[in-house]
């Protein structure tokens, strides 16, 4: 089954606004990473955050993470056309990394 | 540097006949290697992973199936595909660290 599923499935903002993505997963985790995919192309990893950190910060990305709610988020600030793409969450546990559904944000211009 | 190869980038296949899509990775020694398959317009779900020549673990059962023959090589194989095994298969290798680094992707279309 899926673990790591986002929310929403899909969000449509304005060039400069904050975009705000979330994840949910069932069961113990590593950490928790947030990957990007531009249509037809391949995964490209955007952050890390390890099951013992509550934030991350890396250029316009900030990362939560909340154990005991089994949630994260993803938050863009001042977002771009060019941050037009479709973001997953991925549990890592061991030797495996469980994807979601992923969100589809579209930045209009 | 480290990079991952697949080919073919796309692939049309009749129904009933076999697969093979190979996937390389240069520049490392002993990743852990995966498999995962996209249906359009959603998530990544994970098909095999091996974490060294030889070592296939397997997720869902299908009809497909995955060697390692070298260490920096695997291959995602089947014998007669199925229309639903139309997608977008992506390889990864993982390092030390726990970051995926993904291919570039090959679209599979089975008529």
């Known amino acids: 089954s899926q673990q790591g599923e986002e929310d929403p499935q899909a969000l449509s903002i304005q060039e400069g606004e904050n975009a705000t993505m979330n994840c949910s997963y069932k069961t113990s985790i590593n950490n928790l990473q947030w990957y990007r995919q531009n249509s037809g192309r391949g995964l490209v990893h955007l952050i890390l955050?390890?099951?013992?950190?509550r934030e991350k910060h890396s250029g316009r990305l900030r990362v939560t993470l909340d154990t005991s709610k089994k949630s994260s988020s993803l938050l863009i600030t001042a977002s771009r056309a060019a941050d037009t793409a479709s973001y997953f969450c991925?549990?890592?546990?061991?030797?495996?990394?469980?994807f979601g559904a992923g969100t589809r944000l579209t930045v209009k211009p | 540097s480290q990079t991952i190869h697949q080919w073919p980038a796309t692939l049309v296949q009749p129904v009933g006949s076999p697969l093979s899509l190979e996937c390389t990775v240069e520049g490392t020694s002993n990743p852990n290697l995966y498999w995962y398959r996209q249906a359009a317009g959603r998530g990544l779900q994970l098909l095999f992973y091996s974490v060294g020549i030889g070592q296939i673990s397997s997720e869902v059962p299908q009809n497909l199936s995955a060697s390692r023959p070298q260490d920096r090589q695997f291959i995602l194989s089947s014998k007669k595909l199925l229309l639903s095994d139309s997608g977008f298969y992506l390889c990864?290798?993982?390092?030390?660290?726990?970051?995926?680094?993904f291919g570039p992707g090959t679209r599979l279309t089975v008529l």
């Open positions: 955050i390890r099951s013992n950190e």
């Open positions: 991925a549990k890592h546990n061991n030797n495996d990394m469980r």
């Open positions: 990864a290798w993982r390092p030390l660290t726990d970051t995926q680094y």
